[in-house]
């Protein structure tokens, strides 16, 4: 027999403590209001196994199920009320996001260029939004996911502590724990809406396969998720056992992928990465005081809504300081959206004004 009792027993046992370790990292991390704390506590359990010789993979049908699960989060944030806010303001809200897009794939230009950061690697990581989005999708493109995903996530805390502090600084209040709706349901959703969410997911699994899509797991609930929901033909529930089990799923599997070369390489860009990061705040920055002096918005309205975070985060930080909450969510879900649209775009524009042309395969470590 290839694979013996004692070895059968050795891999439950390694699978049972990955999941013990991630769980109780990602509670300890939410404690201390660390963003994606869901990921970060899978990724990182999955990392320090994978350098230390566990030998655990994680099947591809996984990898295409939190895909699914990310794509109908992002297909929850377009509601009748964000679309109002939208048309109401849309040339300005167009310039600010697409202006964002830009300044992004100019900050994943200069990594590539001149930080020697590899392939699409840089363009993908720079991408300013949808963290989890663009992790999910970079490999079809031919990233380096597991740097891309160290990039977005370096971002999303260098930001999200950074729009922290600006909110404390202007007002003095503190963040309370408030998410847009259908990312706020409790444990027990709605029996109907649950069903389908979930419905919706298994489908983005099925006709993303069938359709070959690059990413199509993603994008496929992602467009038919928004369209139905703004439509008010299905509602879309993400209760916070299903986020946090495709959290788990796709952190555990970028992270079970790690080898020690990647991290050594991941920590020797970690300085430039920040720069970038710095760079790309200071850019959105300029958008958000176009936007006070051009719609006479709040500076603190303004930056949150232009900030390069996470539209959760953001939304938690919008709703804590009583600023302008449809208009942060509308213009962070319209940049959400748009980056997850034109990632493969942009990411292949930034290759071609480098000189470099994009990989087909994973770049090398």
């Known amino acids: 027999m290839p694979h013996t009792n004692a070895w059968r027993a050795r891999r439950a046992g390694l699978w049972a403590a990955l999941a013990v370790i991630s769980f109780s990292l990602a509670y300890g991390l939410e404690r201390a209001n660390i963003p994606a704390a869901m990921f970060l506590g899978p990724m990182l359990t999955g990392l320090v196994f994978a350098v230390s010789g566990?030998?655990?993979?994680?099947?591809?049908?996984?990898?295409?199920?939190?895909?699914?699960?990310?794509?109908?989060?992002?297909?929850?944030?377009?509601?009748?009320?964000?679309l109002a806010t939208l048309i109401q303001n849309w040339p300005a809200m167009l310039t600010a996001v697409a202006l964002v897009v830009t300044f992004g794939g100019l900050v994943g230009f200069g990594l590539m260029r001149y930080g020697g950061l590899p392939g699409t690697t840089a363009a993908w990581g720079t991408s300013p939004g949808g963290a989890a989005a663009m992790t999910a999708m970079?490999?079809?493109?031919?990233?380096?996911?597991?740097?891309?995903?160290?990039?977005?996530?370096?971002r999303l805390l260098v930001v999200v502590s950074s729009a922290a502090g600006v909110s404390r600084l202007l007002l003095g209040g503190h963040a309370v724990a408030a998410l847009p709706p259908g990312l706020a349901a409790g444990v027990a959703a709605p029996p109907l809406a649950l069903a389908?969410?979930?419905?919706?997911?298994a489908a983005g699994v099925v006709l993303g396969r069938v359709s070959r899509l690059p990413a199509g797991s993603l994008v496929v609930p992602m467009l038919g998720g928004a369209a139905l929901h703004a439509a008010g033909l299905i509602d879309i529930v993400l209760p916070p056992w299903l986020l946090f089990s495709a959290y788990a799923l796709l952190g555990w599997f970028i992270g079970l992928r790690f080898t020690p070369q990647t991290v050594r390489h991941a920590l020797r860009a970690a300085p430039r990465i920040l720069c970038g990061i710095l760079s790309l705040m200071l850019l959105c920055?300029?958008?958000?005081?176009?936007?006070?002096?051009?719609?006479?918005?709040d500076p603190l309205s303004a930056y949150l809504a232009t900030s390069p975070g996470g539209l959760d985060s953001m939304a938690i930080i919008a709703v804590g300081s009583g600023c302008n909450v449809p208009f942060v969510l509308a213009l962070q879900s319209l940049r959400l959206f748009t980056v997850v649209l034109t990632g493969p775009l942009v990411a292949r524009l930034v290759c071609r004004l480098s000189e470099s042309k994009p990989i087909r395969g994973k770049d090398t470590d």
């Open 138 to 154: 970079a490999e079809a493109f031919g990233a380096d996911m597991r740097m891309v995903a160290f990039m977005q996530y370096m």
């Open 54 to 82: 566990a030998d655990l993979v994680m099947p591809r049908w996984t990898f295409a199920a939190a895909q699914s699960v990310v794509g109908s989060m992002v297909a929850v944030t377009i509601t009748a009320s964000t």
């Open 196 to 201: 389908q969410t979930l419905g919706l997911i």
């Open 285 to 297: 920055s300029s958008i958000a005081w176009l936007l006070v002096k051009w719609m006479h918005v």
